[in-house]
């Protein structure tokens, strides 16, 4: 059995005066530089992480390992071991109340064997039950409420989605999904009313495209169904959708809008929905975006701001020209604050054009609960569009840049910004930028390389965009040795606080002087200070 070597290490302001990103915890794991990653996801103000684990060298027979972390990486119980079934790996996760829900399947293909490993986290119990009956679906999404499983994927490039009761086995497909030239864009849990969501967009009769929102009980029973068919002109529809509940009665759905088949993009949309499921769409172009090629020089961007104007004069709306993806949207008490990725999709065989593809990874309302790293997004779970066929490896991305816009009131756009990514080149079909929101400090982080990206807007206005910060350790009299980059993940944790993750080796010395190596994975606690930036002086 491996060790867990626990290195909690807090060091109050061990980084230079003046730095925007300070590493304040560590936790790290003993493990060999390329063991499979761990996974996380919010458990209150904690985080559970989690793997599985060959038993050694080439073996197919795996071990489970946990680990529950506090607001200051600490741990009181350890790394936790529990044993896999022979032959079995970990597609899929969940968590619901104080239990940890791992799906297991034996083999890669749609018809493997599959079961449900249930880990208490406060009693430290863990129970099996097995999954029976469910079709043959490519699964992309596993989510749990009281006991009942919730599978969707596609069969048949068609999108599915199944109810499966742990306790008395019984299955049931819910009614309204499956369907030609249909996707999910969205499926949530609303566990305050025992139910869940499931957003579809589908294409009619004479190529015109609708929104369903549908609602089910936990027995797959429809108890709701919300069709937005009347939107925009004739030319314009919704091309992505994304359901934010604002209060028990009320919920926005908030996207891109455009024309589909054309790959064009015209701004964002918000559709207000009221408990008797009347809606109500405002549209937002360039026009009321006066910020969005702030990623620019300033020449470059009064050059495209002149052409947006001349557009509108005309009375024609300005085009976006390349994808318009949304991101995340984040409810805070003085507004909704939405992000937003600009980019281009280089090489698009392998792409349905019928459908644009735009890698949301919105299914689920937490977005640490996805399975997909940049350099396994082949994995059963991963970011997929529905009825458009495998992403082709040759695909390939350029993100321009991040869009952020505040609504307030009536849904007037309060600010908005955007920061630039710098021409990035990747194959990566999945966001990877998070936001903060500090009171009125909003930030955008990445990982690109070996370095964590940053931008700094506060008040609505950029106080500086692109800058790298070098990845550190607590532990000043020890170095990173070796990164492994694909493995390092960046994510949003709660107030000004991000969590980096991935594997490393490490240089230190021992008590007796001699140096030493040692492989682990991390977890790191990043703050981050925006106020503490000091732009260069220029001279005269």
């Not at 919730?150 to 069969?155: E, K, N, P, R, V």
């Not at 030319?235 to 054309?262: C, H, N, T």
């Not at 360039?286 to 961007?301: H, R, T």
């Not at 059963?380 to 066929?389: A, L």
Request: proline residues 3%; contains cysteine; negative net charge.
């Amino acid at each position: 059995m491996r060790k867990a070597i626990v290195l909690c290490l807090s060091l109050l302001f061990s980084l230079p005066a003046f730095s925007q990103v300070e590493y304040v915890a560590r936790f790290e794991i003993e493990s060999d530089y390329f063991d499979p990653h761990f996974e996380m996801v919010r458990y209150g103000e904690n985080i559970v992480a989690f793997r599985t684990l060959a038993k050694r060298a080439f073996s197919v027979d795996r071990i489970f390992q946990y680990v529950l972390l506090d607001p200051e990486l600490n741990t009181e119980r350890g790394l936790i071991e529990l044993p896999v079934q022979p032959g079995y790996d970990l597609i899929g996760y969940d968590l619901d109340g104080d239990f940890l829900y791992v799906l297991f399947q034996r083999g890669t293909g749609v018809g493997g064997e599959k079961y449900v490993l249930k880990v208490d986290l406060v009693g430290l119990d863990a129970f099996e039950f097995s999954v029976e009956n469910l079709l043959d679906i490519e699964l992309a999404e596993f989510l749990v409420q009281n006991e009942r499983v919730i599978f969707m994927g596609s069969a048949n490039m068609r999108p599915v989605v199944q109810v499966y009761s742990l306790v008395d086995k019984s299955i049931q497909t819910v009614q309204g999904v499956y369907g030609n030239d249909t996707q999910i864009l969205q499926i949530r849990k609303m566990p305050e009313i025992e139910a869940f969501e499931v957003v579809l967009s589908r294409k009619g009769q004479y190529r015109d495209k609708e929104v369903i929102l549908n609602t089910y009980d936990l027995l797959g029973n429809l108890l709701r169904e919300i069709r937005i068919d009347q939107f925009g002109d004739e030319d314009q529809e919704i091309i992505e959708a994304l359901v934010v509940q604002e209060d028990l009665y009320r919920k926005s759905m908030i996207g891109s809008f455009g024309l589909a088949r054309r790959d064009s993009y015209l701004g964002m949309y918000r559709t207000e929905i009221n408990e008797f499921g009347e809606y109500d769409t405002r549209l937002y172009t360039l026009e009321d975006f006066p910020n969005f090629f702030n990623y620019l020089d300033e020449k470059s961007k009064l050059k495209k701001d002149a052409e947006v104007l001349k557009q509108v004069d005309r009375d024609k709306i300005p085009s976006i020209r390349n994808v318009y993806s949304i991101r995340e949207v984040r409810q805070e008490p003085d507004g909704l604050y939405v992000f937003f990725d600009h980019y281009n999709i280089i090489n698009s065989r392998g792409v349905n054009r019928g459908w644009p593809f735009s890698p949301t990874s919105m299914y689920r309302y937490d977005r640490w609960s996805r399975m997909s790293y940049w350099q396994d997004y082949w994995d059963p779970i991963s970011v997929r569009r529905f009825n458009q066929g495998p992403l082709q490896i040759n695909t390939e991305f350029s993100y321009i840049s991040a869009h952020f816009v505040k609504l307030g009131e009536e849904g007037r756009v309060v600010w908005d910004n955007s920061a630039t990514y710098d021409d990035l080149l990747t194959d990566i079909p999945e966001p990877f930028g998070e936001i903060a929101i500090v009171g009125d400090e909003f930030y955008h982080a990445y990982v690109r390389n070996d370095k964590i990206r940053l931008a700094y807007i506060k008040k609505g206005e950029k106080k500086f965009d692109n800058l790298d910060f070098e990845l550190k350790l607590v532990n000043e009299t020890e170095r990173i040795g070796d990164t492994d980059m694909p493995s390092l993940r960046l994510v949003y944790w709660y107030d000004r606080y991000f969590i980096l993750t991935g594997n490393q080796r490490v240089r230190y010395q021992k008590e007796n002087g001699q140096a030493a190596t040692r492989e682990v994975f991390f977890f790191s606690k990043v703050m981050v200070s925006g106020d503490l930036y000091q732009p260069e002086e220029t001279e005269d």
